[in-house]
Structure formats: structure tokens, C-alpha cells
């Protein structure tokens, strides 16, 4: 059976047509050439061969005698993905003049948050608690001014670590709209030190 690949050798990419052990061999052989041999060009990216994906037996049905093509998996843009906010973010938080504090010094006064995250935490289920579905990051950075608690040295590190990994206990697309996650429900109702607990 003949196979055809072609490859554009100003991409590093060789053209081959035959049988399919020989185009197989010859296309592993010139990714070896390719990777370790070529000089590497700035413009264009080279595919590491763990991250191809699978190569497929020709069959009916294609142009070139069907089956898949050796393709790279795109590489997943992490800071792209953690973009909003990022750490060198330039939001600034502001008090919001309007927000309703009553009730929030006697709601958090029932808890022993240990981290910044579980602060917010705290603050989040005490403005969710006002009949709505999401608070904003100037809401968050108002309970602290109204309660005159510590700020955390970076605010918008302290959204990114209650938001990452480590806690998850909320999550947001925007500094406007911050909800908390299933987690962070979780730890509140189960997991938060309460005030009472320490006697």
C-alpha cells in the first residue's frame, strides 16, 4: 500500500512517498534528524514527538488514502488560562461606599480563618448571604476596611491563591463577578475553624 507525507522542509518538514514500513521509518528517522540535528528557528516551534498525537494506517475514504496524520497537541497557554486576574494585574481595590456592612462583624466573629483565602471565604458567604449571586473584589477588599483586619499584602495574590489549587474556594472570570465553589462551601459548612471551638 502507498503512503504519501509530505513536509515543508522550511518548517524542518520532508515530502515521502512509498510504502508504508518505509514512510514510517524514514518520517521517525527525519523527527530524530530534526530534533537534534537542524539548528532550531525562533519563528517556528518544534514538536517534542512525546506530544504527537498518534499516527493512523492509511484506509479508504481520504485524498491521500485516508487515516489520521501525525499532528502536535497544541500546548496548553497556562498563563493565558490563569489570565484573569493576573499576578502583575494592575486592579486597584476600592471601598465600595454602598455596601451594607451590618451584621458582618457578629457573622465573622463566629469563625478563626487561618489564611487569607479562608477570609475571603468568610467574607464571600457573608455577602452571598445578603440575597445574591455573586459578590465582586472591591466587596471582598471592603469587608477588610470595615472590619479594619490586616490586607493581605497583595490582594489580587490573595484572589489568585483562594481561587488556585491549593484552596478552590471560589472562583471568577472577573474582579465583578466572584462566586464560591462547591470546595469552598465545603470547608465553610465542615472545615472552618469556628470561633466557638477555642473555648
Known sequence: MTVKLKVDLSQGILEIEGDEAIVRELHADFKTYALT?????????????????EMRTPGAGS???????????????RAAADAQPARDDPYIPKVVKDLDPTGLKDFSSQFRPNSHPERILVF????????RDTF??????????????????????????ARGKTYAFIDYASYDEITV???????????????SAEG
Open 37 to 53: 540535528a537542524m539548528p532550531r528557528r525562533p519563528t517556528h516551534a518544534v514538536v517534542d514527538p512525546s506530544e504527537a498525537i
Open 63 to 77: 485524498p491521500l488514502g485516508g487515516g489520521r496524520v501525525s499532528r502536535a497537541k497544541p500546548k496548553r497557554n
Open 124 to 131: 464571600g458567604k457573608f455577602l452571598l448571604g445578603q440575597g
Open 181 to 195: 465553589t462547591s470546595i469552598g462551601e465545603n470547608h465553610f459548612n465542615h472545615d472552618m475553624k469556628k470561633a
Open 136 to 161: 465582586s473584589a472591591d466587596e471582598i477588599y471592603t469587608c477588610y476596611f470595615v472590619l479594619k483586619e490586616r490586607l493581605p499584602k497583595r490582594f489580587v495574590q490573595a484572589l489568585i491563591d
